[in-house]
Structures are given as structure tokens and as C-alpha cells.
């Protein structure tokens, strides 16, 4: 059985946190945040206790109240002990391109430009090229070795946040942005058996050339999160 999370702020069903099958490991990395593993240093078995988690929200939490409580629920259930460090490790720095950027600031949308959502009828739409056909919002699809990123209103902080869970390095973002911005990102890439599309950019490519920003490796100090102690057996309710 795979692991199902739904519920929560920011949800249809902001009551209730609910987390079927769910890996130790990954309830501490929802908790604090964690995006990519290299920036986690925890036991291993934590990958391989799951538990089902029921959680109660109280009324109007914010989802970083919400993670407050998640966290407490682990030292008091589990004992967990965490702190903080840097170390340094391969990153990525986002910058701006030579010419770039190449989108603009966002708009407030007046209610005659906003498109109706597509029909949920659970299959996902792929445009004439293969690329997953994304409704507003802020959103990221992935289907037959095409990926597409929308951003609508969203930081340069989110997005370096969102590449770095595609390039598996954490990402500084240095472009010096401080506005929203609305984008689209689509990229081809390798997906199981089969081949990336040969005329699909690959993501450092689609980054520059689309949004005229650009990846730089770079040796960077990143905070990580590492586990001082943890239980695998939870104290009773």
C-alpha cells in the first residue's frame, strides 16, 4: 500500500490531517519543512516505520501552525530532539541570465480573465508537444517525460524551492527579485523506460531560455536538519 496524505490548511478539508501508511521519516521532513534528503541527517530506520496519522486542526490554523503542532506531536509521541547546522555540500545558485528575465510582475486578475478550470474528470491533458495542460494557479504536472511548472503570484524563493526537488541540490536563490511573478516552465526529461522527447530542453536548458534565469553550481553552506534522538515505539494518547 502506497502512503496517502490529504487534509489540513490550505486543503478542502482543513479540519482534519490525515496520513494513511506514512513513513517516520517523511512526517519529520513534512514537519520541519524538509524538501530534498541530502539536507536531513536521521537514523535509517526511519524509512521503514509507518504509522497512520489522524490529526484535529483547530479552526483557522495557518499551515505554519499546523507544522508547529505536527512537531510537537513528535517530541511528545516519539521524544524527537532535532537542531540545526550547516554544512557545505553541492548547490545551485539562481541568478538572472544575460537578457533576462523574461516575465513580468504579477497582476491582480479581474474576474473576466480568469479561465475556468479544466473538467475533473481525472486524467491529465497533454498540449500538441506532450506537455501536461495546467489550470491557474500555482501548480506542477509530470507525465511521459514532460514536466511544466506554473506559477501564478508566487516568489523566486518558490520557485528555487521548486527546482530543487527536480535537480536533487538545494537552490540559493541570488536573482535579486523581490516581486510575484506569473511563468510557465515546461522541460523534457528522462522518464522510467522510456527516452527524454529529443526536442524537449532539459531543465537547466528550459530555465534560461524560458524565464532568462539561470543555474550556477556553486559550493554553499546549507542548513540541515539533524535528529538528536527519536523513539520508534510512540507513548500512548
Known amino acids: ?6 487534509g489540513g ?17 517523511m512526517i519529520v521532513l513534512e514537519a520541519y519543512g524538509i524538501r530534498l534528503p541530502v539536507q536531513f541527517s536521521g537514523p535509517a530506520w ?16 495557518t499551515k505554519e501552525e499546523f507544522l508547529v503542532m505536527l512537531q510537537d506531536l513528535l ?19 539562481l541568478v538572472v541570465a544575460k537578457n533576462g528575465p523574461k516575465f513580468k510582475i ?3 486578475k479581474e474576474a473576466s480573465d480568469v479561465d475556468d478550470a479544466p473538467p475533473d474528470d481525472g486524467k491529465l491533458k497533454r498540449d500538441s508537444e506532450g506537455y501536461p495542460v495546467l489550470s491557474r494557479g500555482a501548480i506542477m504536472a509530470m507525465v511521459s517525460g514532460h514536466a511544466r511548472l506554473r506559477s ?6 518558490w520557485l528555487a524551492e521548486m527546482l530543487s526537488g527536480q535537480t536533487g541540490r538545494p537552490i540559493v536563490d541570488a536573482t535579486g527579485l523581490k516581486e510575484k511573478y506569473d ?19 532539459d531543465l537547466l536548458s528550459a530555465v534560461q531560455l524560458q524565464l532568462g534565469l539561470k543555474l550556477e553550481e556553486k559550493k554553499r553552506l546549507i542548513q540541515m536538519l539533524v535528529v538528536d534522538h527519536i523513539e520508534k515505539v510512540p507513548s500512548e494518547n
Open 152 to 157: 501564478e503570484n508566487q516568489s523566486m524563493q
Open 75 to 93: 517530541a511528545e509521541r516519539f521524544k524527537l530532539a532535532v537542531h540545526n547546522e550547516k554544512r557545505e555540500m553541492a548547490a545551485y545558485e
Open 106 to 108: 504579477s497582476v491582480p
Open 1 to 6: 500500500m502506497r502512503f496517502v496524505v490529504n
Open 183 to 201: 511563468f510557465v516552465l515546461s522541460w523534457a526529461f528522462q522518464d522510467t523506460g522510456a527516452a527524454a522527447d529529443p526536442d524537449g530542453p
Open 46 to 61: 526511519l524509512e521503514n516505520i509507518r504509522f497512520d496519522v489522524s490529526a484535529k486542526v483547530p479552526e483557522g490554523a
Open 9 to 25: 490548511p490550505g486543503t478542502s478539508d482543513p479540519g482534519l490531517y490525515r496520513c494513511q501508511n506514512c513513513s517516520l521519516y
